[in-house]
C-alpha cells in the first residue's frame, strides 16, 4: 500500500518561515515527478512547486523568490521551504508524487497539512 505522508505544517506570523516534508513509502518502483499544491477555502487546488526526478524545479508565481523545493531521492522525501510567509499562503498544502508500480504509474496524493500565517 503507497503512502505519502506530511509533516510541518503549523501556524506563523507574517514574515516568518516553515519547512513541510513529504515521505512516500510503500511498493513502489521509482518516484518520477513530485510537487507541493495548496488549496486555501473557497478555492481550488493550486500548483504550488513541482520537482523532476532530475531535481529540475519550477514555482507558481506567487511563491517565487520566496519557496523552495527539493528532494532527498535516497529517502524517497520532498522538501518545501518556504520564507516570508504571508497571510495569503494560508491553506491546506498537499503532496503529490508521480508513482511507478510494477507494470504502471499513478499519480498520488498525502493527506495534508495546514499552514496558516497571520498578519
Known amino acids: 500500500q503507497v503512502q505519502l505522508v506530511e509533516s510541518g505544517g503549523g501556524s506563523v506570523q507574517a514574515g516568518g518561515s516553515l519547512g513541510l516534508s513529504c515521505v512516500v513509502s510503500?511498493?513502489?518502483?521509482?518516484?518520477?515527478?513530485m510537487g507541493w499544491y495548496r488549496q486555501a477555502p473557497g478555492k481550488q487546488r493550486e500548483l504550488v512547486a513541482g520537482?523532476?526526478?532530475?531535481?529540475?524545479?519550477n514555482y507558481a508565481d506567487p511563491v517565487k523568490g520566496r519557496f523552495t523545493i527539493s528532494r532527498a531521492n535516497a529517502k524517497n522525501t520532498v522538501y518545501l521551504k518556504m520564507n516570508n510567509l504571508k497571510p495569503e499562503d494560508t491553506a491546506v498544502y498537499y503532496c503529490?508524487?508521480?508513482?511507478?508500480?510494477?507494470?504502471?504509474?499513478?499519480?498520488?496524493w498525502g493527506q495534508g497539512t495546514q499552514v496558516t500565517v497571520s498578519s
Open positions: 503529490n508524487a508521480d508513482l511507478r508500480l510494477g507494470s504502471h504509474r499513478s499519480a498520488y
Open positions: 510503500g511498493s513502489i518502483i521509482s518516484i518520477n515527478a
Open positions: 520537482i523532476t526526478s532530475g531535481s529540475s524545479t
